[in-house]
């Protein structure tokens, strides 16, 4: 199901912890989370955003509310990923380091690059990082039969370092297939390409461009260069600047940042702009809550220079 399906389904109030769902609909998760714990025999606390233990095991409830969200049986069928869910969280915390006995070569097959909204990392220095794009951190993330491992420091000095594991990472990044981009025609004016998949390493796709525009559509960015949206994990939106079309654009592009940054697992509600050798921001978000556009000095001589060729 495309981003702007699911977007066009959701009109309850969302909540303020996972907003994605409604108010309602997080309380269904929440209440499933509790009696799934309790039926392992693990009595828990629960609050917005998380489950909590009784020996102070905290439970992040991100996940299973996206399971839910994105399973298209619907809420009939949350119980049982609910259920599902939980049991693999208790398997997984019972069972082996998922690191352990690992060798480099296997490493070197399962590991990719996720994207994460900076704030959202807690700890951020115990794991081997870099900035992507204001904001937005890369981190190892090795590929596990049902979920993903974050490598820790040690973990990557251990299996080849982290220069090595992230030229892997990309190397597996450019062979992950995805579905084809949407052309997203952009009401003031202008398009913007869509690569939505359900894939949680789709976001680090983004980590190819410019390559990935001629890859994928046959329009690789000029000397003006591209915008760009990584708004969640499953998406990445892109536009080649060639003419005055980019003014829409940008408008188009922050509308849908900001809609689909509420989507399952959040990335960044921004705009950029690359001239090749460096990401700009081009939104902000105010105090009021409203979103307002900064054009850097590089950017202004790009808006310049299509506004004289028409």
């Keep these: 199901m495309g981003f702007f399906s699911r977007l066009a389904g959701r009109q309850e109030r969302p909540d303020a912890a996972l907003p994605f769902l409604s108010s309602n609909q997080a309380d269904q998760v929440r209440a499933l989370v509790r009696r799934a714990f309790a039926e392992q025999g693990v009595e828990v606390t629960m609050h917005d955003?998380?489950?909590?233990?009784?020996s102070g095991g905290v439970y992040g409830l991100w996940n299973v509310a996206t399971a839910c969200h994105e399973d298209e049986r619907g809420p009939a069928a949350w119980p049982g990923v609910v259920d599902d869910h939980v049991r693999r969280i208790l398997a997984e915390m019972a069972?082996?380091?998922?690191?352990?006995?690992?060798?480099?070569?296997e490493a070197a097959g399962r590991t990719y690059v996720r994207l994460f909204d900076e704030s959202s990392v807690p700890a951020l220095d115990d794991y081997p990082h870099r900035e992507f794009l204001p904001g937005v951190v890369e981190l190892l993330a090795l590929d596990l039969p049902e979920s993903?491992?974050?490598?820790?420091?040690?973990?990557?000095d251990r299996l080849g370092g982290c220069t090595t594991l992230r030229a892997h990472a990309l190397r597996n990044l450019e062979a992950l297939q995805v579905d084809a981009p949407e052309r997203i025609e952009c009401r003031g004016g202008g398009y913007f390409h869509l690569l939505d998949d359900e894939s949680v390493y789709t976001s680090g796709k983004a980590l190819l461009m410019p390559d990935l525009?001629?890859?994928?559509?046959g329009e690789p960015p000029g000397e003006l260069g591209w915008l760009l949206s990584v708004p969640s994990r499953h998406l990445v939106g892109w536009h080649c600047v060639r003419d005055a079309r980019v003014l829409g654009t940008v408008e188009g592009m922050v509308s849908f940042a900001l809609a689909a940054y509420d989507?399952?697992?959040p990335v960044s509600p921004h705009v950029y702009w690359?001239?090749?050798?460096?990401?700009?921001?081009l939104t902000q978000h105010d105090e009021d809550g409203?979103?307002?556009?900064?054009?850097?000095p590089p950017f202004q001589a790009v808006l310049e220079q299509v506004a004289r060729r028409g």
Aim: proline fraction near 6%; avoid cysteine; glycine fraction near 12%.
């Design 49 to 54: 955003d998380r489950a909590v233990d009784d």
């Design 95 to 105: 069972g082996p380091d998922p690191f352990e006995g690992l060798t480099r070569e």
């Design 148 to 156: 993903v491992a974050i490598y820790g420091r040690e973990h990557a």
């Design 213 to 217: 525009a001629g890859s994928l559509t």
């Design 263 to 265: 989507a399952a697992g």
């Design 274 to 281: 690359s001239d090749g050798t460096a990401y700009h921001q």
């Design 290 to 296: 409203s979103v307002s556009i900064v054009v850097p």
